[in-house]
Structures are given as C-alpha cells and as structure tokens.
C-alpha cells in the first residue's frame, strides 16, 4: 500500500444500524451512503468497550482496555501509553486533531503535532459517578435523556458545526500545504450522542409519531437488570410519544452528522487532496437506542458494541463488504500502514490493519474481543464475535450466546442448549488466551476503588453528584445530584 495522507472521522454513539448503507429504511444519511458505496464497508466491526473514554484509549493505544487501564470514563488516556498519534509525530508526520479526545485533559502529550477544539474528560477528573459499582448507585441524572429531546439546538451542535468550519478550513490551508511526509488529520464528533436535540431543519426529516418503536424485551438476563436498574434511562419518559421524539431526534442527529462529514468530503474534492489521501469513517461504540427498552450504551448487544466503520480513497476497493470481524484496536496498524510508517508499529498489539484484513477473503475463524468495567456494571462483561455467534461473558454469571445469522436481533440466548457446549468451551479458551476474567474484573475494581478513595469516598462522589454529558471546551460542567 502507497503511503498517502489518511483523514480519521469519527463520531459518537453511533447505532449501525441506523444508516442508510446498512439497509435502514427511515434514516437519511446520503453522504455517508455515497461514502460507502465507493468505499470498502467493514460489516462486522466492534467497539473494544462500549462506552467513551476506554473505546478512544483503545483506538488511541492499540491496546485492549486490560492492558491500557482506560477502564472508565473517570481512567482516560493519559499519553503514557504511546499512540499511533505519538509514534508518527515522533516520525516527523504532521498529526492534528480537531474536536473531542476525551484524554485526561489538555496538558497530558496525546501524541498529536496540535489539538483543536478538543474535548477531555469533565473538569479533568471524567465520570466518578461510574466508579462506584459495589453497591451500585441509581443514575438519577439519566432523566435528562428523556427531557432534553426534539428540536432545537444545543452546545454538542454547536460544536460539531465548529468541528466541520475548522477542518475543512484545515484542509484548505494546512492540509493543502507542502509536508514532506503524509499527514493524518483526526476530526471527532458527537452527534448523534444524547443530548437527543437535533436542528430543527434535519428533526423535521422524521415524522415522530410515524416511528415504530422496538419490541421490548421484558426477560433481562441479571447484569443487563442490574445495568438498567442503575441508569433506568426508559422508566424517565412519561410515554410513548417522547420515546418517539427521542428516536426522531436520533435520527436527526444521524443526518446532522452526515451532512457535516458531506462537508468535509466536499473540501477533499475541491482541495485536490482526495486523489492522495485515504478516509477512514467509525465510532467509538453504539446505542442501544429503545431496542429492549434499553437506552444509552455499556451493553454487548449489537445495537451498543458494534459500531461503522468504513475506509475509502486510493488503494482500496469500491463497493467491498467485509464479513470479517475487525475492532478498534485494528485501527492502530491500519493507520501506520496507510501512513506508510508500518514498519513502527509496536510489536505485540493485538490488532490487524484493516486493509490488510480488506484484502483477504472471510475469516470465519477470527475473534474479535471487547469488554466492560464501566459505569452499571456489577461486574465485568466481556465478548467475542468469531464467525456466526456471538458469546458474553459476565463475571459471576451465566454467559449469553447468539446466533447472529439466523438471530440478528439477538432474543435467542442459546447458552443453555446442550447442542451449544462445544462453542461455549471454544470461547471460553478464547477468553482465556486473551485475559484471565476474574482477576481483569479485580483489577478493575482494584483501580476504581483507589479513585474513589483519592476523591474522598463514596459519599462524598454521591454528594457531588455526576452529570449526564462531558461538556464542550469552555463550558460548565453541570452536576445533577442524587435525588
């Protein structure tokens, strides 16, 4: 592969199933879906743990979250892993980012030649809510999921517009400009991540009361009760119709988003610079978005755990789909490959370039891993897609098993059937090989619980309250208290 300047775009929370490449008959995403169309589409791709802070250092790092120690949202990156960022700078690539990190704050080294706009961890200190897991706390911040939803615009569009102005400004200018060595610019959004307010002009795309609500799935297997017992996101709206506006809102978001990254598409062609520089577009984990009356993410359902991902530009395929699973931590060796420093990549990651694994035929042997240590979680939930099933293992608890290609929508837990011992034993060697579950649940905790102390206490963290979104550079944080 020729090295070539590589433009990262990624944004937030982003359901794949909601996008009109993927075959969602409502959603209107046309940039994204031309963007596929002359792309290769990695259909089967996986956050390496479904919530903010420990997906980015995982992407950042190469790097399971076992091995970083990103474990929540309050334990960010904090450089003193090195990143494929650092690694390329240090090679004497321009690296730039623009918009949200979510690392510890502005003055940690992420590796980059400059940050723009970034966004780090609330008040430097993240999420200290979530680090309480034993007893679990009741979220009652999550309420503002269900309140702040419809049209209208908030201080997340504000600054993705922001985000869309000062990279396509970067890539006439800087981008344009003579550097020796292939560039890589990473520009990180938030939509569609709640607060579920979309413009007016995109929320108006979708008919509310038009929308079909997910089946509700009643039957909760005991880490996924425990989890929805702690943010009970679903028992704020008061009917069906705000449930309605809030996927509405979503879907708005979706089409914000999308018609931002058309924007930056747009100035690659008008640049010139499409003709040398490849695009890689993913998010850092999903929604469970209403699907068994779940909300928000932390789940190891589809909905949460997978996330798009799609790369286009010179030297890779147009119209491939990839049934090979892939992951964040795959990004890493794709990034140095496509800069065409491959040969600095660390050795002992995990991952694999994508456009290596783009070029080969379905591997339905290979096992792609993600975990979660996060807010919710009793204890931890780890999972594995190799081929057809899906396996989740939750510490202290039965595991889950799905067939994904006869039960896409995962309501048929086959862990139980005697037919399924062999494929339990399979994944459960497979885990194994990769960490030791229980005592990756310790430390964890281990980790969680040293924080709680440094701040004071459980009571004291309670007290303060937690919030329901990091807010932008320059704004307040706002704290909703326990009650």
């Known amino acids: 592969m020729d090295a070539q300047n590589l433009l990262i775009i990624m944004d937030d929370e982003h359901n794949k199933k909601v996008l009109g ?12 879906d031309r963007f596929a169309t002359g792309g290769t589409v990695f259909d089967n791709a996986y956050s390496s743990s479904p919530i903010c802070v420990p997906a980015r250092a995982a992407f950042a790092t190469g790097q399971y979250v076992h091995d970083n120690s990103c474990w929540d949202n309050a334990i960010a990156y904090d450089g003193s892993t090195p990143s494929w960022a650092h690694v390329l700078r240090d090679a004497g690539h321009l690296v730039t980012s623009i918009g949200k990190l979510h690392y510890t704050n502005e003055e940690i080294d992420g590796g980059f030649s400059e940050q723009i706009i970034p966004m780090h961890i609330e008040a430097g200190v993240g999420d200290l809510y979530g680090l309480i897991r034993e007893p679990l706390p009741t979220r009652h911040q999550s309420k503002d999921l269900a309140q702040s939803i419809g049209p209208g615009e908030s201080s997340y569009t504000r600054y993705d517009r922001d985000i869309t102005a000062k990279t396509v400004e970067w890539l006439r200018g800087t981008g344009r400009a003579q550097h020796g060595k292939p560039w890589v610019l990473y520009s990180s959004f938030i939509a569609p991540h709640s607060p579920l307010i979309a413009p007016p002009e995109f929320y108006e795309l979708y008919s509310a009361r038009e929308i079909a609500l997910p089946t509700k799935r009643v039957q909760y297997h005991p880490w996924i009760k425990a989890w929805n017992d702690c943010y009970q996101f679903d028992s704020y709206f008061e009917s069906d119709e705000q449930r309605r506006i809030a996927i509405a809102s979503y879907y ?9 990254v058309g924007k930056i598409l747009s100035a690659l062609e008008e640049t010139g610079l499409a003709h040398n520089t490849r695009v890689l577009f993913l998010s850092d984990h999903g929604d469970n978005l209403g699907a068994r009356a779940l909300w928000g993410k932390s789940t190891m359902y589809e909905e949460s755990v997978g996330v798009p991902m799609v790369a286009s530009g010179p030297g890779v395929a147009r119209g491939r789909r990839v049934r090979t ?33 783009a070029e080969e035929a379905y591997d339905p042997e290979r096992a792609v891993f993600s975990e979660y240590h996060a807010a919710g979680a009793v204890s931890a939930a ?21 067939d994904l290609e006869s039960d896409p929508e995962e309501v048929q837990d086959l862990a139980a059937r005697p ?51 990091t807010p932008i550079p320059g704004e307040e944080v706002k704290l909703l208290g326990n009650a």
């Open 419 to 469: 037919a399924m011992s062999d494929v339990l034993e399979d994944f459960g060697q497979i885990l194994a090989s990769i960490c030791d579950p229980v005592a990756t649940d310790l430390a964890a905790k281990k980790d969680q619980q040293a924080l709680i102390a440094a701040h004071g206490g459980v009571e004291k963290i309670l007290a303060r309250g937690g919030s329901s979104y």
């Open 21 to 32: 490449y993927n075959g969602h008959s409502v959603v209107k995403t046309p940039n994204l």
């Open 325 to 357: 699973p892939v992951s964040h931590v795959d990004c890493f060796p794709s990034v140095m490959q496509a800069a065409g420093a491959e040969e600095l990549t660390p050795a002992g990651l995990p991952g694999r370039s994508l456009f290596d694994v």
């Open 252 to 260: 708005g978001l979706c089409s914000f988003l999308d018609s931002n």
């Open 382 to 402: 780890y999972m594995l897609r190799k081929g057809r099933y899906k396996y989740i293992h939750y510490t202290g608890m039965t595991p889950e098993l799905f």
